[in-house]
């Protein structure tokens, strides 16, 4: 089983910053991707971004520019530098790992961190 434990959320004014934290432990396998999913009122959970073990990232159109997204393997912890925020950022954020051990895909959620971006 892995755990995965978020932090750094909060309340942020529009174009301000936050950074999202986000440490693994448990039984986990490599190669692994981690990741950051958001989830808004009324909307369905969607990527924002995700980095594999050896670097490779990809981000959501509308948050790129903006966001960037990092990891520390030895940690094993990922984080979300999110800058230049907007109300439309206001979500829940989850963190994510996920693995594909005997081509079979693992997913582990964390349970989610809520960052506001109001005036």
């Known amino acids: 089983q892995v755990q995965l434990v978020e932090s750094g959320g909060g309340l942020v004014q529009p174009g301000g910053s936050l950074k999202l934290s986000c440490a693994a432990s448990g039984s986990i396998f490599s190669p692994n991707t981690m990741g950051w999913y958001r989830q808004a009122p009324g909307k369905e959970r969607a990527l924002v971004a995700d980095?594999?073990?050896?670097?490779?990232?990809n981000y959501a159109d509308s948050v790129k520019g903006r966001f960037t997204i990092s990891r520390d393997n030895a940690k094993n912890t990922v984080y979300l530098q999110m800058n230049s925020l907007k109300p439309e950022d206001t979500a829940v954020y989850y963190c994510n790992l996920r693995d594909y051990r005997l081509r079979v895909r693992h997913d582990y959620w964390g349970q989610g961190t809520q960052v506001t971006v109001s005036s």
């Open positions: 980095i594999t073990s050896s670097g490779s990232t």
